[in-house]
C-alpha cells in the first residue's frame, strides 16, 4: 500500500479537469459518464456481496459485508455537486465503509440536478429511509446516514428533516462535505493551488443547477444555515488542503455551539473526499477505520 496521502486520487481529479477543459461545451450526459470513472481510485473490497435493490424509492444497491448486523443499516448518499456521480462510482467506497462498519450499506441514486433541483435529493433520501423502516422493521435508531461532498449535504439535511419530524437517525457521517450554497469559504482560494478537484467556479455552476434560483441560505440545502437543535450525533471529515475544508470546520463550530455530538476529523495535505483512495493509500484506510469504529459505537449506544 502506498506512503501517499491520496495514491493517484489527485491524477485522476487533474484527468477530469483536463477533459472538462479540453471540452467546455460537454454535455450533462457527458460529465456524468466522464465521472463514473471516480471508481477507478478504489480498490475492490474483499468480503462483501452486492445486489440492487428491486423495489425501493429510487434505484439504490445493497452493500452486505459477510460479518454484519443486518438489523441495522447506513443510507449512503454519494458525491458529484449534486449533478454527477452514482451508486456505480461509489459502489466500491461503500462497500469499504459497510465491511468497516461492519452493517449494510444501502447506496442509493437520488434524484440529480438539473433535472431536479433541490429538494428532491433530500425528498428521495427521506423516502428511501421511510420506506426502510415500513419494508424492513427498522427503528429510525437503526440507521445512520453517510456521504461524500454534496452527498454529506444531503446525508446532513435528510438526518435533521427525518429528526424534525421525530424520526431521528442513530448518526451521520459527511466526508469532505459541501455545505455552503453561498461558496463563500476563505478556504476556497487558499487551497486552490493544492486541490485538484474542486474550484469556486465549478461550485457557482453547480449551485445554480441545483438551487435553480432558490436562495443560497435555504436551511434545507444548506446545513450552515439550518436549526441543528435536533441534529443527531454527527461525525465530519475534511482536509487541510481542501477547498472545502471550512465548510467542516464552520459546520462542527455551529453544532457545538448548538450542544450537538460533533465529531471532527482533518486530515493534512489529502485531497477532496481522499477516502476514494481507500485500500490503496493509508490515510484513506485509516479515515475508514475510525469512521467504522465511530459509527459502530453509534449504533450500541
Known amino acids: 500500500m502506498s506512503d501517499s496521502q491520496d495514491d493517484g486520487l489527485r491524477e ?50 445493497w ?11 447506513i443510507i449512503y448518499t454519494h458525491g458529484g455537486g449534486f449533478v454527477v456521480g452514482s451508486r456505480h462510482s461509489h459502489r466500491k467506497l ?17 434524484r440529480r440536478a438539473p433535472e431536479h433541483p433541490y429538494p428532491a435529493q433530500v425528498e428521495d ?36 428533516r427525518l429528526s424534525q419530524e421525530g424520526l431521528a437517525p442513530a448518526a451521520v457521517v459527511a466526508m469532505s462535505p459541501w455545505f455552503d450554497m453561498e461558496n463563500s469559504a476563505g478556504s476556497l482560494d487558499e487551497n486552490a493551488q493544492y486541490d485538484a478537484m474542486v474550484d469556486q467556479s465549478t461550485l457557482k455552476i453547480m449551485t445554480g443547477l441545483v438551487l435553480n434560483g432558490q436562495p443560497p441560505r435555504t436551511p434545507g440545502a444548506n446545513p450552515l444555515y439550518a436549526d441543528l437543535s435536533a441534529l443527531p450525533p454527527t461525525l465530519v471529515t475534511t482536509s487541510q488542503h481542501e477547498t472545502l475544508r471550512d465548510d467542516a470546520t464552520r459546520f462542527a463550530a455551529r453544532a457545538k455551539a448548538a450542544g450537538r455530538d460533533i465529531t471532527l476529523f482533518i486530515e493534512p495535505n489529502a485531497q477532496h473526499v481522499f477516502q476514494m483512495a481507500v485500500g490503496r493509500a493509508i490515510a484513506a484506510d485509516r479515515s475508514l477505520e475510525q469512521i467504522g469504529e465511530w459509527v459502530r459505537a453509534m449504533f450500541t449506544r
Open 12 to 61: 485522476l481529479y487533474a484527468s477530469f479537469t483536463r477533459r472538462l477543459e479540453a471540452e467546455p461545451e460537454m454535455s450533462i450526459d457527458g460529465m456524468r459518464a466522464l465521472f463514473e470513472q471516480w471508481h477507478l481510485a478504489t480498490a475492490e473490497p474483499t468480503d462483501v456481496t452486492y445486489r440492487e435493490s428491486a423495489d425501493a424509492p429510487v434505484p439504490a444497491t
Open 63 to 73: 452493500c452486505v459485508p459477510l460479518r454484519s448486523d443486518d438489523s441495522r443499516v
Open 94 to 110: 461503500a462497500g469499504h465503509l459497510a465491511t468497516r462498519c461492519a452493517t449494510p450499506v444501502f447506496v442509493i441514486d437520488y
Open 125 to 160: 433520501t427521506v423516502s428511501v429511509a421511510k420506506w426502510l423502516m415500513k419494508t424492513e422493521g427498522l427503528a429510525p435508531a437503526d440507521i445512520a446516514f453517510a456521504g461524500d461532498s454534496a452527498g454529506g449535504n444531503i446525508a446532513v439535511s435528510s438526518a435533521l
